[in-house]
């Protein structure tokens, strides 16, 4: 069974930085981070696959980035330059079937963490 756990939110000025961290137990190929504003639909953020490719929202290039820890088994979202529309509700998503194309669509992933709050004051 995978479990999820997010940790490392939190509220940050505009053009500051977070990291979020989410320990990973049991077998997954495919990570990602999500994030849902108030009133708007979930976003991928950051997808990172088990032979380490990456894919990023446009929103967040340049910005943001995913990386994983694997003697911790944690992954990780390294946030810079952050604006008031990051804020939100973030997710780790992760799933096994390394057959499936890379994806930032929510309905490819099927296990998810409880989320951790950002919140970026202009």
């Known amino acids: 069974q995978v479990r999820l756990v997010e940790s490392g939110g939190g509220s940050v000025q505009a053009g500051g930085s977070l990291r979020l961290s989410c320990a990973v137990s049991g077998y997954t190929y495919r990570l990602a981070w999500f994030r849902q504003a108030p009133g708007k639909e979930r976003e991928g953020v950051a997808t990172?696959?088990?032979?380490?490719?990456?894919t990023y929202a446009d929103s967040v290039k340049g910005r943001f980035t995913i990386s994983k820890d694997n003697a911790k088994n944690t992954l990780h979202l390294q946030m810079n330059s952050l604006k008031p529309d990051d804020t939100g509700v973030y997710y780790c998503a992760a799933d096994a079937r390394w057959w499936l194309e890379t994806s930032r669509a929510g309905k490819d992933y099927t296990y998810w963490g409880q989320g951790t709050q950002v919140t970026v004051s202009s």
């Open positions: 990172l696959a088990g032979d380490g490719s990456t």
